[in-house]
């Protein structure tokens, strides 16, 4: 009898073994969805500066896409939390990519562009955090940071094939016929995450979502990405607020930077395959370096990689400012600056979700990542009205000028957190093991 009950646990054992030995096929419907989100990402403010935008328009664009990615991003995770159901909103969230996109094709001015976008964006936050709760109920809890680590890798190429379609396109057709060819392309996703996701009951409270250090973060529409929702309560341990107000530093900076780079280019007479070329750039060099960064991180403080990424986002704004006498300085000098910021945010991304893991304890660590994204979306959002402010009142150059300042001044907060740091494996849990017995 007892061989037999020892037989069976074995056989169970084995079975979910080899349920969970591969990634679910779900991970792939998001190629044709990234493929078209990260083509269309360059496309949207492209289309609002030739529809007559300026740089204040342009910054009132991003700043509310972001506000209601954020609002979208709430809202949807925690309905989805009320109604145990994810496939729902996954394809919600897919569906609202081909139906966005074919209405941004129709609009006639800026002001419809901008409404249009906002509800897009909140649509499309139903994507952001929903598929890594379904991956952390089909993938072993011990794969995790393996699962999220692929199912970002796929989503982070994915985004840079995008950009490479609509580096070539652009060439060939028109923003409203790109728009729609992206909206045509995301239709797979669809039909793909149908066939493949299965839908399970999830018991899993979001403050049980630990950091992963592996995690490639993709900067969609240069947001920041939320892996969990916002805390219902606010509340900032004095150990975090160095950290959160350096973030809130950078993200300001990110905000006026990202949002009036593309205009500044345009206006000074780049075409929109040069600005897709320099985001494809952009995004390459990111996607290449997050995996090591990752393993370096292994080895040296976080702290120090986030300075490290703070300070090459800092050289890569500050670059825009130097004298343009030689022929062709300015198409040099704005690569440089756009691979920097590839390089750069590889450090920051991965160095920060690392960092707030290693400061926090277990119970505290869905809280402060949370507050975290709270904290980045807030200075984003003020950092985008006031890039688009200074820009078209004043002048690029001090937009440029101010925006490497604050970029510089977000080191500062870090300078007190140079001591050592407990190790993420301090954090982690033993795994349980069946012990057979005889």
């Known amino acids: 009898m007892r061989k037999k009950v020892n037989a069976t646990m074995q056989a169970r054992k084995v079975a979910l073994l080899s349920s969970n030995s591969k990634m679910p096929k779900w991970f792939y419907s998001f190629i044709p969805f990234k493929v078209a989100t990260g083509g269309s990402s360059q496309v949207i403010p492209l289309y609002a500066l030739q529809l007559g935008a ?70 499309l936050a139903s994507t952001v955090s929903i ?23 796929i989503g982070g190429w994915s985004w840079v094939i995008g950009l490479l379609l609509g580096f070539i396109l652009v060439r060939f057709l028109a923003f409203r016929e790109l728009l729609l060819s992206f909206a045509f392309l995301n239709i797979p996703a669809l039909i793909i995450a149908w066939k493949t996701i299965r839908e399970a009951p999830v018991y899993l409270h979001r403050s049980n979502i630990k950091p992963l250090v592996n995690r ?10 939320f892996l969990i929702h916002l805390p219902a309560r606010l509340k900032i341990s004095p150990k975090f607020r160095g950290l959160y107000l350096s973030s809130f530093f950078f993200w300001i900076s990110s905000g006026m930077y ?23 750039l952009n995004s390459s060099i990111s996607a290449l370096l997050y995996q ?35 022929p062709n300085s300015l198409l040099f000098l704005s690569t440089a600056s756009y691979a920097l910021w590839g390089y750069s945010w590889s450090y920051i991304s991965v160095s920060l979700i690392s960092l707030l893991g ?47 300042v604050v970029s510089f001044l977000a080191i500062i907060p870090l300078l007190p957190l140079m001591g050592p740091l407990p190790s993420i494996s301090t954090f982690k849990r033993p795994i349980p093991h069946i012990r057979r017995r005889d």
């Open 54 to 123: 300026e740089a204040g328009e342009i910054g009132l664009l991003t700043s509310l896409s972001a506000f209601a990615s954020t609002l979208g991003t709430v809202f949807w995770g925690k309905l989805s939390d009320k109604l145990l159901k994810r496939k729902l909103f996954i394809l919600m969230g897919f569906f609202s990519v081909s139906v966005f996109l074919s209405a941004l094709s129709l609009v006639s001015n800026f002001w419809e562009l901008i409404l249009v976008n906002a509800l897009y964006s909140f649509f």
């Open 131 to 153: 598929p890594i709760v379904l991956l952390f109920r089909n993938v072993r809890k011990t794969r995790w940071e393996e699962g999220v680590g692929k199912f970002n890798k």
């Open 216 to 225: 490639v973060i993709q900067k969609g529409r240069y947001l920041p990405n």
């Open 258 to 280: 990202s949002t009036q780079l593309p205009v500044f280019l345009i206006k000074n007479g780049f075409t929109s395959q040069e600005v897709f070329g320099m985001a494809l």
């Open 292 to 326: 090591r960064v990752g393993r370096k991180l292994g080895s040296r403080t976080p702290v120090l990689a986030l300075m490290q990424g703070y300070f090459s986002r800092t050289i890569g704004i500050s670059l825009l400012l130097l004298p343009l006498a030689i």
């Open 358 to 404: 290693r400061m926090s304890t277990p119970r505290e660590q869905g809280n402060a990542l949370a507050t975290s994204n709270l904290v980045n979306s807030s200075g984003f959002i003020l950092g985008s009205l006031i890039g688009g402010t200074v820009a078209s009142k004043i002048g690029f150059d001090v937009n440029f000028a101010s925006a490497s």
